[in-house]
C-alpha cells in the first residue's frame, strides 16, 4: 500500500462576495475592523476588477487541482493529498490540518503559494500550520521558500521573453523590466529577513536566463499603517523613470506573486496603467503563472524533497 502524505497547500484567500469583505479585512488587521473609508476604499478596489467576482478563489482551487495531478503522476510509492489552508478566509490553515488529521493522514508537508520567505509572511503561515499540528496530532514538515527553483525561474523567464516580444514598435533592450513584489513594513530589515535578498534574487536570475539587462526591482501594495514600509514604490518608480531617465517603454514582472488576484489586477492593471497613460508610456505585465505545468513541478519538487525528508528523518 502506498505511503499517504498530506499536503496542506497555503494561500492568502480572498473574500467570496461583497458582504465578506469587512471579516476579512478584519482578520487581516488581526481583528481590528477597518473604518468605513478603509472598507469603502478596498470594496470599490474590488468591484473595479471584476464587479463581485472574487478571481482568486477560483485561482487558488485550480492551483490546489493541478499540485495534486503532478504530485500524484510520477511517484507510485507514495499518495500525496493536498488540503487548503488560507490566511484570511475559509478554509483557514487551521481547517485545513484538523482536515487531514480527521481523514486520518499522520504526516504532511507544508507549501505556501509564495515563493520568497519574511517573518511575516511565510513565517506566519508556518507558525499557524505548525501550531494547529502539533494540537492535531500531524508530523508536518515546511517548505520555506523556492525562489531560486530552476524551474521557477524558466517560467517567470518565458513569460518576461513572451511579453517583451509585444513591443513590437521599440527595440527589447529599450523596455525597463520592473521586478515587483508585495512590500512590508521597514522594521523587517532590523529582523535580517532574507524577504528582500531572495526578491533580488530572484528577479537577477530571471533577467539572465531571459538575456535582459535593462532592469530593476521596485514594490507594490504597500499597506497605509502608519509606519514605513520598504520602497521604492512602483507608481514613484515609474515616474522616476520617466522624468529622471527618459524611460517610455516598461514591463511589470510580479515575481513576488503567482496568480491572478486584486493586488495585480488592480494595483498594476488598473492604478499604475492610469499613471502610465497619463505619464505618456507604454506599461505591460508578464502573464501570472496560475497553473502553469512549471510552477506545478516547482511546487512537486520541493514538497517530495520534504517528504523523503519527513521519511528519512
Ligand atoms: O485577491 C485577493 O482577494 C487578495 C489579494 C492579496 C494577496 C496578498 C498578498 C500578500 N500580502 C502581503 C502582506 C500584507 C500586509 C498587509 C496586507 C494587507 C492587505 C489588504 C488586502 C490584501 N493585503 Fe496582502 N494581499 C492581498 C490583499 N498585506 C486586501 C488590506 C487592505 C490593503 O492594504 O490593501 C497589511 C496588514 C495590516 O494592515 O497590518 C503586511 C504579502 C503578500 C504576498 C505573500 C502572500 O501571498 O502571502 C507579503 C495575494
Given at each position: 500500500m502506498p505511503r499517504t502524505v498530506g499536503v496542506l497547500v497555503m494561500s492568502y484567500g480572498t473574500p467570496e462576495?461583497?458582504?465578506q469583505i469587512e471579516a476579512y479585512y478584519t482578520h487581516i488587521r488581526r481583528g481590528k475592523p477597518p473604518t468605513q473609508d478603509q472598507l469603502q476604499d478596498l470594496k470599490r478596489r474590488y468591484e473595479a476588477i471584476v464587479g463581485g467576482f472574487f478571481p482568486l478563489r477560483k485561482n487558488t482551487d485550480n492551483q490546489v487541482a493541478a499540485l495534486q495531478d503532478t504530485l500524484n503522476?510520477?511517484?507510485?510509492g507514495t499518495r500525496f493529498v493536498c488540503y487548503q489552508g488560507l490566511k484570511h478566509a475559509g478554509p483557514y490553515i487551521e481547517d485545513g490540518v484538523r482536515a487531514m488529521a480527521g481523514d486520518g493522514v499522520r504526516e504532511a508537508v507544508g507549501v505556501v503559494l509564495a515563493p520568497h520567505y519574511s517573518i511575516m509572511s511565510v513565517g506566519g503561515y508556518i507558525k499557524r500550520a505548525q501550531a494547529a499540528a502539533e494540537e492535531a496530532g500531524v508530523r508536518m514538515v515546511f517548505?520555506?521558500?523556492?525562489?531560486?527553483?530552476p524551474k521557477l525561474i524558466k517560467a517567470l523567464s518565458d513569460r518576461v521573453k513572451r511579453a517583451l516580444d509585444r513591443f513590437t514598435e521599440v527595440d527589447p533592450e529599450e523596455v525597463r523590466v520592473l521586478f515587483t513584489a508585495h512590500s512590508l513594513p521597514e522594521r523587517i530589515l532590523q529582523m535580517n529577513d532574507p524577504y528582500p535578498d531572495q526578491l533580488t534574487e530572484t528577479a537577477r536570475a530571471v533577467a539572465e536566463s531571459a538575456g535582459v539587462e535593462n532592469w530593476q526591482f521596485a514594490w507594490q501594495s504597500a499597506g497605509q499603517t502608519g509606519e514605513p514600509w520598504l520602497g521604492p514604490d512602483i507608481l514613484e518608480q515609474l515616474e522616476h523613470i520617466h522624468s529622471?531617465?527618459?524611460?517610455d517603454y516598461a514591463l511589470i514582472c510580479p515575481i513576488g506573486f503567482v496568480s491572478d488576484h486584486l493586488e495585480v489586477l488592480y494595483d498594476l492593471d488598473i492604478e499604475a496603467q492610469a499613471l502610465a497613460r497619463k505619464l505618456g508610456m507604454r506599461l505591460e505585465r508578464t502573464e501570472m503563472l496560475n497553473t502553469e505545468p512549471l510552477y506545478m513541478e516547482t511546487l512537486a519538487d520541493v514538497i517530495r524533497s520534504q517528504s523523503r525528508a519527513l521519511q528519512e528523518g
Open positions: 462576495s461583497l458582504d503522476g510520477s511517484d507510485p517548505v520555506e521558500s523556492y525562489h531560486l527553483h529622471q531617465e527618459g524611460v
